[in-house]
């Protein structure tokens, strides 16, 4: 995947180090619909979470706000550009990246008035036993201490009670 490759040479690691990393990947699109509701703070959407894959690419129908990332405490609006797609870091790609790369913790909120779609493309193992770990050129005993052990994908999964995650900060799932 040509975002897992960029994104390896940003860390200063070999192009393919990433992708070896994270290993082969299946990919499952999902469509979302959040109709409207005119008291949307007493509605969940969905619930605050991490992706617990790799990558997600998101789309969203330009028209309408939902989607919001929390960034030291706070909740930050994702303005959907038109024909933009939204790339979120996944829990798989935190833990390569020896957590250079955050997983952020989002949440989809309904609108009081409008319909919104949005489209996800979730790219995580195909094999659940894939076992993830620090890429060895991010972890040292001074600066860069490993911060996560080797996980099976499948242990992640379990830890974070199904596809959606809150594990990585150390929070519960609250979602599904
Ligand atoms: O609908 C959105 O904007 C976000 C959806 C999402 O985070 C997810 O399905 O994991
Ligand atoms: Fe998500």
Same mark, same amino acid.
């Given at each position: 995947m040509k975002m897992l490759r960029r994104m390896s040479q940003s860390l200063g690691l070999c192009v393919t180090q990433l992708e070896e990393i994270v290993g082969e990947m299946q990919q499952t699109i999902l469509m979302n619909h959040y109709p409207p509701c005119p008291q949307p703070e007493m509605a969940a959407g969905i619930d605050d &979470?991490?992706?617990? !894959?790799?990558?997600?690419?998101?789309?969203q129908y330009h028209d309408v706000i939902g989607l919001y990332v929390l960034q030291e405490g706070e909740w930050i609006r994702v303005t959907p550009l038109p024909g933009a797609l939204t790339i979120i870091v996944g829990d798989q790609v935190q833990i390569a990246s020896n957590g250079i790369y955050k997983s952020p913790i989002h949440r989809a909120v309904l609108n009081a008035t409008k319909h919104r779609v949005s489209m996800v493309s979730f790219y995580y193992q195909l094999k659940p036993e894939q076992v993830v770990a620090p890429a060895e050129g991010l972890v040292d005993d001074q600066l860069h201490p490993r911060l996560y052990q080797p996980t099976r994908f499948c242990d992640h999964e379990i830890a974070s009670k199904g596809p959606y995650s809150m594990s990585m900060? !150390?929070?519960?799932?609250? &979602? !599904?």
């Open positions: &979470h991490t992706d617990i !894959g790799a990558i997600s690419c998101l789309w900060d !150390g929070r519960e799932s609250s &979602h !599904g």
